[in-house]
């Protein structure tokens, strides 16, 4: 019986963005079902509520049964417990991502026997970050262009 191979992609996606999007797509490939987790971190101060963010990441995923949309508010490594999940899904943009997320990667697979698979977004998105689109919201400008409207488009 082959085992199906399930990751997890966790993060706050405040909002979520085409970066996202991107790792997200160029992941399916690789997994059989992917679950969003969207986590509520108290030392963030978010634009959406975490409902909010489900709910839209949901229907940007509407019709790809393969990803499915959970929010969570304990550790990585046991929402991955729950979920029945191999494997921990990462989007990285530079290499200071890469040092951070390592170190989480190691704890990771100590206390939960996950591996974390890290992809490096594509050139174009690794300037983009939910925090620098909450700042340009905060200031009213158009963010339309780092918001996926459809997450088919972002390879």
């Known amino acids: 019986m082959q085992q199906h191979k399930t990751a997890i992609f966790p993060g706050t996606f405040d909002p979520f963005t085409v970066g996202h999007a991107n790792i997200l797509s160029r992941a399916l490939p690789m997994f059989d079902r992917i679950i969003v987790g969207v986590g509520k971190n108290a030392g963030k101060h ?9 709910a839209r990441i949901r229907q940007l995923y509407a019709d790809e049964p393969r990803v499915s949309v959970e929010s969570y508010d304990n550790l990585t490594v046991d929402f991955a417990r729950q979920m029945g999940a191999q494997y921990i899904l990462r989007g990285l943009r530079s290499v200071r991502d890469f040092e951070y997320e390592r170190d989480v990667a ?17 050139a174009q998105y690794a300037s983009i970050s939910s925090s620098v689109v909450r700042e340009l919201i905060a200031y009213g400008h158009d963010v339309s262009e780092f918001i996926p409207s459809t997450p088919h488009n972002q390879r």
């Open 46 to 54: 978010p634009l959406l509520s975490p409902e909010e963010r489900v």
């Open 106 to 122: 190691a704890m990771n697979l100590r206390l939960g026997g996950l591996e974390t698979i890290m992809l490096f977004c594509d």
